[in-house]
């Protein structure tokens, strides 16, 4: 079983920063594979930052690249990831994922389908302008 838990969601103006957590617990030996994603009201869900720990490779999208930076600190079991320069389309709320993909590749193509299999609950993030 594994266990992943958000925090540091929460509401700031345009142009301004949030760093988020997540804290995972449970059977997390070799889940290499981790990611953001968010999912705003109306929309899919959708990949944001991607990190692979095995080969040190991290993805992001397009409309985060540049201000959004994904990070793990291995001995806490924390992922986070930092949020700058946010803008009102950021606003959604933002879950944690993990599995057990052993390369970048399959770690990153099912991160872009949203096709992993450990979830956290979710954390809110609002963007006023």
């Known amino acids: 079983q594994v266990q992943l838990v958000e925090s540091g969601g929460g509401s700031v103006q345009a142009g301004g920063s949030l760093r988020l957590s997540c804290a995972a617990s449970?059977?997390?030996?070799?889940?290499?594979?981790m990611g953001w994603f968010r999912q705003a009201p109306g929309k899919e869900r959708e990949g944001v930052a991607l990190i692979h720990i095995g080969e040190v490779a991290t993805y992001y999208a397009d409309f985060v690249k540049g201000r959004f930076t994904i990070s793990r600190d291995n001995a806490k079991k924390t992922l986070y990831l930092q949020m700058n320069s946010l803008v009102p389309e950021d606003t959604a709320m933002y879950y944690c994922?993990?599995?057990?993909?052993?390369?970048?590749?399959?770690?990153?193509?099912?991160?872009?389908?949203?096709?992993?299999?450990?979830w956290g609950q979710g954390t809110q993030v609002t963007v006023s302008s």
């Open positions: 449970g059977y997390t030996y070799s889940m290499y594979c």
């Open positions: 994922a993990a599995d057990f993909f052993p390369d970048s590749t399959t770690c990153f193509t099912r991160g872009t389908r949203s096709q992993y299999n450990h």
